[in-house]
Each structure stands twice: as C-alpha cells, then as structure tokens.
C-alpha cells in the first residue's frame, strides 16, 4: 500500500527558533496533503490542506504566519513552526492524498507516523 | 457543518470476545464517507475501515465490521474476537463528497485484558 512518511519523529527545541517538518509520499504522487495537530488524549485537528504549486488553506484559528506550509513537489510537503513557544508542542502528524477523483473511498488517503514536537 | 461525536471515552473488554465502539454523525450532505482508524501508542493512524453513505451492506474487513444505521446516522465499529494488540485509541472520522478534509471525533480508548 501508499506509503506516507514524515520526519523527524521527535524533535525537541529551544523556545524562540523554527523547526521543520517533512512529510513525503513515498510511492505515489499527492496533489494534496493535510497537517493535523493532536494534542495529548484529544483528537486530530486540522491545520491546514496543502495543494501542490499553491498556497495552503488554513483552518479556523490557526496562524498562518506560525505554521508555514509548502508543498513545492508532489511528493514532499512541509511545515514550519516559526518562533516555537512551549505552547506549539504537540503531535502533528500529515496524511496525503492520492489524484484520484471522484468521491469517498478508500485507499484515498494515507497518514504518517507523526512528529512529536517538544519545546522547551 | 459536519459532526462526529464519539461517546465512550474509554472501553474494556476481554481477549477473545467481542466489541462495539459508538460513533455518530451529522450532516445534511446526502453523500459522505465514514472512516475508522486506529491509534496504538506510537502514534501513527491506521485505516481499518470505510462505509459509504450509498453504500448497501455494512463494510467489513476481518474482524472489524461497521454497524452503518442511516437513519439513526451511527456508524459503530465492531471488533470481533479481540486480541491484546487491539488496545488503542480509535477515531471515527467523515468526509463529505467533494470535500477533502477528515473530522475526527473524540476518539475511544479501548483496553483489551487477558
């Protein structure tokens, strides 16, 4: 099956600088990827939809000039945290999606393993 | 806007017997899709399951079966013959036709025991 991975797994940093997060699809092309963020015992939020070669839709409430997000290639979309505070910690994790058309179904969609952010 | 709620935040149940694990929905979208995921303790999703608003027969996918009643608008998964490697967190999420994102619900933690 599709295969969706991010890195790093764990990252820890210091209050104030930027971290990255990579997600790749590994062997299929995405035209668009999804960055949730989980916080601990919740459920997944999303932040924001990553098409490739446009800027990303963000949700409700989050700050796009926190959380960059570029989708440069169909295969590699990232996420910045910039000026990480304690508050950004969490587990953020990507899902991508294949070009098929059409609607719901599965074999669509594909996450990763996540990114445990730690800032200190 | 799109719901999912899920009621239980936490289930036990023994090795080897069954469970169900609630989910509801809603939305005024005739078409959607219904997912079930799994979240062991290392944190990746796993996909176990998919029910189409159209769809005639509840899904099924070894020991995972999804109980679709659309009129009541639940979608509860059931676990057939529970294993130890089965305590996770579980999601249920949906996606309306043409939309792209996945709402999640709340999630329930089930703890199967020897």
């Known amino acids: 099956g599709a295969v969706v991975s991010q890195h790093p797994s764990w990252v820890i940093c210091k209050s104030g600088t930027s971290v990255k997060i990579e997600c790749r699809s590994l062997d299929f092309q995405a035209t668009t990827m999804f960055w949730y963020r989980q916080f601990p015992k919740q459920s997944l939020m999303l932040m924001a939809t990553?098409?490739?070669?446009?800027?990303?839709?963000?949700e409700q409430g989050v700050e796009k000039d926190k959380f960059l997000i570029n989708h440069a290639s169909l295969t590699l979309s990232t996420l910045t945290v910039t000026s990480a505070h304690p508050e950004d910690s969490s587990f953020y994790i990507c899902?991508?999606?294949?070009?098929?058309?059409?609607?719901?179904?599965?074999?669509?969609?594909?996450f990763g393993e996540g990114s445990r952010l730690t800032v200190l | 806007a799109q719901k999912i709620t899920q009621t239980q935040p936490g289930m036990f149940v023994q090795e080897k017997e069954a469970v169900t694990l609630d989910c509801t929905y809603d939305t005024s979208d005739p078409s959607y899709g219904l997912f079930w995921y799994k979240q062991p303790s290392s944190g990746e999703m796993i996909f176990l399951i998919y029910q189409g608003s159209y769809d005639q027969q509840n899904a099924t996918e070894g020991r995972y079966s999804l109980n679709f009643q659309k009129a009541r608008k639940s979608a509860n998964l059931v676990i057939s013959a529970s294993q130890l490697g089965d305590s996770a967190m579980y999601f249920c999420a949906m996606r309306l036709t043409g939309f792209q994102k996945l709402v999640f619900g709340t999630g329930t933690r089930l703890l199967v025991s020897p």
């Open positions: 990553s098409n490739e070669g446009s800027k990303a839709t963000y």
């Open positions: 899902s991508a999606r294949t070009g098929l058309a059409g609607g719901p179904s599965t074999g669509e969609l594909f």
